[in-house]
Structure formats: structure tokens, C-alpha cells
């Protein structure tokens, strides 16, 4: 479904290596979390000067690598999905391992082009079903503004300091604007009385937000403007966003986040050029998911199971002209008793057990027995048993619907 609505607005897919060069990643950041601790890194086998290499943490670095390796011509639109690896805690919706889809659009800083973007998260949570994903918007200014905004928070917050906790204070000396996310309950009143970039914005970047914001409105994308948001990593300027699972436990509700990162194409030592993009997390969007319950129940993974009472040569020639068929089939395996046999089908979720004995060899039929209702078993030929399957399975689903729609 990501892929497609990607196709839909001309993103094209780019598969990047599993890991880089370390220093690929640090570009994102010296007071970067994800950078100064939460890498995977290694070295390489050389004996002189070995390269240091680190698993990928995420994939906005490696897709302005390629972007400056190669070139494409911009705007250069991409869409990728994958596992990311971080040094983290682990605990629910925080993995070690987990799986990120995301878009990066290079090449311009048309604010219409924040609005694709993030238009695209929205709807993606929208066409799964999801009603309780909550967009968060910032602007983070840039280098025309976030100076005067830097110096106003830094000495805001010196001041306050003693009142800091210590994480806080520690972390005021190397990015004062990590402060703004803390969750710390004794930082809350400083960080809710600090100065908001907002309110420092240059006419241009302040107009850009105006655009992205009322685009915003004409797509009928919802969003709440939320003037401490930071986020993670230190490359973003100007627009910067967040999308808040409201189901989800409250400390990892972050469904997905993104934003621009105008200068990081000069930082990988390529030409100056602006960039957006997004990435969302895949289990947590599951925990969404599942919290709003917007998928029905796990289907089952097969349709028929073959119980063979001759030795397991009948089920091997059955299950392969069911497969043939477009049936999904299974069966049990080690010549088990019949009894064995019909707990594996119970368990296996199959609507339909076939049973073969000698009798039925014989004969050359099949008989077939409904696991889901009470219904007396019945003998077919064996010729026909694809046919009579299919059709079994079809009445059977027809009274499941007819059963659903009474109850509802
Ligand atoms: P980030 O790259 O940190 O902006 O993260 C983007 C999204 O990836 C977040 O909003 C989460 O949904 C997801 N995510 C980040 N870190 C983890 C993690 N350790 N485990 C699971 N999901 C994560």
C-alpha cells in the first residue's frame, strides 16, 4: 500500500546497503542520540588504517550519500522501506531492530513540496484504517534565524539551569534545543516557559511555514502546531514534524516523524541542496493497529488439511493438485495415528479436512469433512475433488458472511 501511493505521486524506490561508513552517519550530528550512542559500528579486516563502518541507524544519511554520489537529476524523489538498527534500550514499540518506510525529496525547498510529503505520511495512516494519528507541526527556522532563536533559548535556559535536571544541564551545553524535548517532569515548567522558534522566524522562513501550513488546509490534513518540537536528530531546519499515535502508550507514540534538512547534502561533501522527507515505524504503526483494531482477526494459513491413513504417499499426490488448484493445503507429516492427524487439520485453522484411507483409495475418492460446522461428511470422487473443494468453501464462507451480518 506504501509502495503504491509512492508510485502515485512519482517516488521511485532506492534500496540502500545495510550499512556505511561511519562517518556517513555522524554527519547527522556530533549531539545526535543515534549518533554518539546508539550505533552499531565495526571495523573492517584491513591491518593499516582499518574503516569504521556502522549498521545503518536510519536512512535519510544514506540516501543524501547516493544523492551526492550519483547525481540524479533533482528533484530527485525516493521512497525506500527496511530494517534501521540502533543501540537502544529495548523495551515495547523500542527495538534494537526495527523496520522504517520513508520518502526523501531533494533538489528543492518549494514549500509544496512539504506538503507532498507530509500529505503522503497522513494519508498512508489513513489508508489503513488508522483514525487517531495526530500530525505535529514545527518550523525550526534556518540559518537567517535559528542563531537569534539559539542564543535567546541558551541563555533562557543558563538561567534557569540550577532548576534543570541534570540530563538537562548537561545536555544545555551541547544542544540546547534537545532541552525543548525532555520528558523530565522537573523540566516541564522551564521547558514550557522557554522562547519558541515561532516567534523568531525571518520574514522567509515564517512565509514558507505560512505556505506549507495552508496547503496543509486545502488537502484537509490535520495538524496541531507544536512549537517545542524538536525531534531527534540535529540536521533539521525549518519544517519539522512528528505524527503522535494517541492509542499507543505515551512515551513511544511516535508513529513517525520527519522534516527538512536543507544543509546535509553540503555535510556528505556534495552541492548545497535542500531536502525533505519522512520516515515511519513499521511495529509501531502495528501497535497502532492493533490498539485501534483496525484489522480483523489474523487470517488462517490454509483453506484444506489432507489426512492421509496410508502412509503419507496419498496426501503428497492430493496436496499437490490442490495446490495446483489455487487451494492452500496442508498436511501432516511421520505417518502419524488418525487422531494425531485431525488435531494437526483442528489446529491448522483449515475449514475442510480430506480424509484417505484404504477405503477411499479403492474407491477412488476422497472423503471430506467440515472442521468449522456441524455437517455430515461426505464422499467424492477423486477427480473431483478440487471442484467439490472450491465450491465447499465457498458455501462455507457465504453462511460465515450470512452469520456476520445477523450479529450485526
Ligand atoms: P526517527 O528516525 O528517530 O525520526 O524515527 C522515525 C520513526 O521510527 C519513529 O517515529 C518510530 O515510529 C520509529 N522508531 C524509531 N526508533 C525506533 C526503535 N528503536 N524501535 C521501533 N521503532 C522506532
Known amino acids: 500500500?506504501?509502495?503504491?501511493?509512492?508510485?502515485?505521486?512519482?517516488?521511485?524506490?532506492?534500496?540502500?546497503?545495510?550499512?556505511?561508513?561511519?562517518?556517513?552517519?555522524?554527519?547527522?550530528?556530533?549531539?545526535?542520540?543515534?549518533?554518539?550512542?546508539?550505533?552499531?559500528?565495526?571495523?573492517?579486516?584491513?591491518?593499516?588504517?582499518?574503516?569504521?563502518?556502522?549498521?545503518?541507524?536510519?536512512?535519510?544519511?544514506?540516501v543524501v550519500r547516493a544523492y551526492v554520489q550519483h547525481r540524479p537529476a533533482p528533484p530527485w524523489k525516493v521512497w525506500y522501506e527496511g530494517p534501521q538498527f540502533r543501540y537502544e534500550r529495548p523495551q515495547a514499540g523500542r527495538y534494537r531492530q526495527f523496520t522504517q518506510v520513508g520518502v526523501e525529496a531533494l533538489g528543492t525547498d518549494d514549500p509544496y513540496v512539504d506538503v507532498e510529503v507530509i500529505a503522503l505520511a497522513s494519508q498512508f495512516y489513513a489508508a489503513l484504517g488508522l483514525t487517531q494519528v495526530r500530525l505535529l507541526l514545527n518550523s525550526l527556522g534556518d540559518?537567517?534565524?535559528?542563531?537569534?532563536?539559539?542564543?535567546?533559548?541558551?541563555?533562557?535556559?543558563?538561567?534557569?539551569?540550577?532548576?534543570?535536571?541534570?540530563?538537562?544541564?548537561?545536555?544545555?551545553?551541547?544542544?540546547?534545543?534537545?532541552?525543548?524535548?525532555?520528558?523530565?517532569?522537573?523540566?516541564?515548567?522551564?521547558?514550557?516557559?522557554?522562547?519558541?522558534m515561532v516567534?523568531?522566524?525571518?520574514?522567509?522562513?515564517?512565509?514558507?511555514?505560512?505556505?506549507?501550513?495552508?496547503?496543509?488546509?486545502?488537502?484537509?490534513?490535520?495538524?496541531?502546531?507544536?512549537?517545542?518540537?524538536?525531534?531527534?536528530?540535529?540536521?533539521?531546519?525549518?519544517?519539522?514534524?512528528?505524527?503522535?499515535?494517541?492509542?499507543?502508550?505515551?512515551?513511544?507514540?511516535?508513529?513517525?516523524?520527519?522534516?527538512?534538512?536543507?544543509?546535509?547534502?553540503?555535510?556528505?561533501?556534495?552541492?548545497?541542496?535542500?531536502?525533505?522527507g519522512f520516515a515511519l515505524g513499521v511495529e509501531r504503526i502495528l501497535l497502532a493497529c492493533d490498539a485501534e483494531g483496525v484489522f480483523p482477526a489474523p487470517e488462517t494459513l490454509v483453506d484444506v488439511f489432507v489426512v492421509d491413513l496410508t502412509g503419507g504417499a496419498e496426501a503428497l499426490t492430493l496436496t499437490d493438485s490442490l495446490r495446483a488448484g489455487g487451494l492452500r493445503a496442508d498436511r501432516a507429516f511421520g505417518g502419524r495415528s488418525m487422531k494425531a492427524q485431525m488435531k494437526l487439520a483442528d489446529r491448522s485453522g483449515a475449514s475442510i479436512a480430506l480424509l484417505v484411507g484404504e477405503d477411499e483409495v479403492a474407491a477412488g475418492t476422497v472423503t471430506v469433512r467440515s472442521l468449522r460446522t456441524q455437517?455430515?461428511?461426505?464422499?467424492?470422487?477423486?477427480?473431483?475433488?478440487?471442484?467439490?473443494?472450491?465450491?465447499?468453501?465457498?458455501?462455507?464462507?457465504?453462511?460465515?458472511?450470512?452469520?456476520?451480518?445477523?450479529?450485526?
Open 143 to 196: 540559518d537567517s534565524c535559528r542563531p537569534a532563536y539559539m542564543e535567546a533559548l541558551t541563555s533562557y535556559l543558563r538561567s534557569n539551569a540550577a532548576d534543570l535536571s541534570e540530563q538537562s544541564s548537561a545536555t544545555l551545553e551541547v544542544n540546547p534545543l534537545r532541552v525543548l524535548d525532555s520528558k523530565r517532569p522537573e523540566d516541564q515548567a522551564i521547558v514550557d516557559a522557554a522562547p519558541i
Open 199 to 276: 516567534d523568531f522566524l525571518s520574514e522567509e522562513t515564517s512565509a514558507h511555514f505560512d505556505v506549507v501550513r495552508s496547503g496543509l488546509d486545502a488537502l484537509d490534513v490535520a495538524y496541531e502546531i507544536s512549537p517545542r518540537l524538536v525531534r531527534g536528530l540535529d540536521y533539521y531546519t525549518r519544517t519539522t514534524f512528528e505524527f503522535a499515535g494517541d492509542a499507543l502508550e505515551g512515551s513511544q507514540n511516535a508513529v513517525g516523524g520527519g522534516g527538512r534538512y536543507d544543509g546535509l547534502a553540503e555535510a556528505l561533501g556534495g552541492p548545497a541542496t535542500p531536502g525533505i
Open 375 to 408: 455437517r455430515d461428511q461426505l464422499s467424492v470422487s477423486r477427480s473431483d475433488v478440487v471442484t467439490e473443494t472450491k465450491s465447499l468453501l465457498e458455501q462455507l464462507a457465504l453462511l460465515e458472511t450470512l452469520k456476520m451480518e445477523t450479529r450485526s
Open 1 to 62: 500500500m506504501f509502495a503504491h501511493q509512492c508510485a502515485l505521486a512519482g517516488y521511485g524506490q532506492i534500496v540502500s546497503p545495510m550499512f556505511e561508513e561511519l562517518a556517513v552517519f555522524k554527519r547527522l550530528g556530533e549531539s545526535t542520540d543515534v549518533v554518539t550512542k546508539e550505533m552499531f559500528n565495526f571495523f573492517d579486516k584491513k591491518e593499516k588504517n582499518p574503516t569504521e563502518f556502522a549498521l545503518r541507524p536510519e536512512l535519510t544519511a544514506s
